[in-house]
C-alpha cells in the first residue's frame, strides 16, 4: 500500500477532473470541498491537503491508513484510483456524506433520542473496535468526525485519519485540549505521549454523552474545571460506597449507563474499558423519562443499585439540569480557535504563544 509523491497522478489543477460545487470544511490542514468527478459524474468530497503545510509522510500516512479502514461499513470509503496531487497540493477523494456530520444533527442541550444515539453509537463502536484489533488508534474521536448518510442514522461513518497512530507508538505532546482529551494528554507532562486504545475510549465516553445531552460533560478533563472535578469526586467515592452528589448534569442517565460511563470515563487509562463493552449495555436503558426524573439528594448512596425515576426526595422538573458549558457555543469556539485538534501545536513551538498556553492549558 505503500505510495511516493512521485507514483501519485499528477494534474496541474484539479478543475480539470472535477468540478467544486462547496466547501464542506476547513482547518490548518487545508479544506474538504463537494465536488462532481467529471469522469464518473459522482459527487464525492474531496480532501485538500496543502504541500505547505503537510509533509509527504503525514499524507501517505493518513493515506494508507484510509485505505486500510476503507473496508469497514461505518468508516468512510476512500477511492484508491482517485488520489491526486497537484503542484500545490495532495487530494483524497472520498465518498460524501449527504446530511453532513454529527455535530450537525445534535440539538444543543437537548441532545438526540436515545434510540437514535444507540444506531448511531453501535457503528462508531465498531468502527473504532475495527481500528483497535489492526493496532491503531483514531485520536481525534468527535460528533465532527462522524459522518451522516441518512435521516434515520442507519449507516454513520467515522472518518478523519490524520491524528491516526500505531498503538505503543509515540505522540508529541500539544498545548491545550477539547473535552474529548483524555486527563493523560491534559495533564502530560513530557514531550511524549504513549498512544493507547483508552485515549479512543475516553473520547467515546465524550462523545456518548454529548449526543444524549447536546452538552459537553466539561471543557477539559482537569481539576481546575469545576464540572470534571465534580464527576471525579462522585468517581472516586462510589466504589467506596460512600455519599457523594451526583453531578447535575448526569440526572438523566440510568444507572446501568452511569455504570458503563464510569468504566469508559476512569481518570486511570489501565482501568478503563475496550470498545466492546458497550455491547453489554445496547438492551439496557440509558436515559430516564424527564418528567419522572427527579434531583437527587446529597445524602443519597450513589454506591448502590437503584431506579433513578424512583430515587429519593427532590424537586421535580420539566427540564434537565445541565453545564452551563453550551455545547454549540463552546464547539464553535474550539473550530475557531487554536484548542481544536486540528490546531494543536507541538510543545516545542509554545514559547512564542505562551500566552494561549496560559488561558487554554
Same mark, same amino acid.
Given at each position: ?27 490548518? /490542514? ?26 509527504h509522510r503525514d499524507f501517505q500516512r493518513e493515506y494508507n491508513y484510509s485505505l486500510l479502514l476503507s473496508?469497514? #461499513? ?5 477511492? @484508491? ?20 456530520? $454529527? ?11 436515545? #434510540? ?12 473504532l473496535e475495527f481500528m483497535h484489533d489492526n493496532g491503531l488508534v483514531h485520536r481525534d474521536v468527535k460528533? @465532527?468526525? +462522524? ?14 485519519? &490524520? ?12 498545548? &491545550? ?6 486527563? @493523560? +494528554? ?8 504513549? +498512544?493507547? !486504545? ?18 459537553? *460533560? ?8 469545576? /464540572? =470534571? ?6 468517581? #472516586? ?9 451526583? *453531578?447535575?448534569?448526569?440526572? #438523566? ?6 455504570? $458503563? ?12 474499558? &475496550? ?5 453489554? /449495555? =445496547? ?22 443499585? @437503584? ?32 484548542i481544536g485538534f486540528d490546531n494543536l501545536i507541538p510543545i516545542e513551538n509554545q514559547q512564542s504563544l505562551?500566552?494561549?498556553?496560559? !488561558?487554554?492549558?
Amino acid at each position: 500500500m505503500e505510495t511516493n509523491s512521485e507514483l501519485l497522478p499528477l494534474i496541474s489543477d484539479s478543475h480539470e477532473r472535477f468540478r467544486r460545487i462547496r466547501e464542506l470544511g476547513s482547518g490548518t /490542514y487545508g479544506r474538504v470541498m463537494l465536488a462532481l468527478d467529471r469522469d464518473l459524474q459522482q459527487r464525492c468530497a474531496l480532501k485538500i491537503l496543502q504541500k505547505s503545510t503537510t509533509k509527504h509522510r503525514d499524507f501517505q500516512r493518513e493515506y494508507n491508513y484510509s485505505l486500510l479502514l476503507s473496508t469497514h #461499513r461505518s468508516i468512510i470509503t476512500t477511492y @484508491e484510483d482517485r488520489c491526486f496531487q497537484t503542484l500545490d497540493a495532495y487530494i483524497l477523494v472520498q465518498e460524501y456524506a449527504p446530511l453532513g456530520d $454529527l455535530f450537525e444533527s445534535i440539538p444543543p442541550q437537548r441532545g438526540l433520542p436515545e #434510540r437514535a444515539v444507540k444506531t448511531i453509537i453501535k457503528q462508531v463502536a465498531s468502527a473504532l473496535e475495527f481500528m483497535h484489533d489492526n493496532g491503531l488508534v483514531h485520536r481525534d474521536v468527535k460528533p @465532527e468526525n +462522524v459522518m451522516i448518510f441518512d435521516a434515520a442514522f442507519h449507516r454513520v461513518k467515522l472518518i478523519d485519519f &490524520g491524528m491516526t497512530r500505531k498503538y505503543g507508538s509515540y505522540v508529541r505532546r500539544l498545548i &491545550g485540549s477539547i473535552p474529548y482529551s483524555p486527563p @493523560e +494528554v491534559c495533564n502530560a507532562v513530557n514531550n511524549e505521549i504513549l +498512544v493507547s !486504545t483508552t485515549m479512543d475510549v475516553w473520547a467515546f465516553g465524550v462523545l456518548l454523552f454529548c449526543s444524549l445531552t447536546g452538552n459537553f *460533560p466539561w471543557e477539559h478533563a482537569q481539576d481546575s474545571d469545576v /464540572y =470534571y472535578n465534580e464527576y471525579i469526586q462522585w468517581h #472516586r467515592q462510589y466504589p467506596l460506597q460512600r455519599r457523594y452528589k451526583l *453531578p447535575s448534569q448526569w440526572y #438523566r442517565f440510568s444507572n446501568r449507563l452511569m455504570r $458503563l460511563f464510569r468504566k469508559m470515563l476512569d481518570p486511570e487509562p489501565s482501568k478503563r474499558c &475496550g470498545i466492546i463493552e458497550i455491547s453489554k /449495555y =445496547y438492551d439496557d436503558r440509558w436515559v430516564n423519562g424527564q418528567l419522572n426524573s427527579r434531583r437527587r439528594s446529597s445524602n443519597e448512596d450513589e454506591g448502590v443499585e @437503584e431506579d433513578f425515576s424512583s430515587s429519593g426526595s427532590g424537586t421535580e422538573s420539566n427540564t434537565i439540569t445541565t453545564s452551563n458549558t453550551d455545547f454549540e457555543e463552546l464547539t464553535q469556539m474550539m473550530r475557531n480557535s487554536l484548542i481544536g485538534f486540528d490546531n494543536l501545536i507541538p510543545i516545542e513551538n509554545q514559547q512564542s504563544l505562551s500566552n494561549i498556553a496560559k !488561558t487554554y492549558c
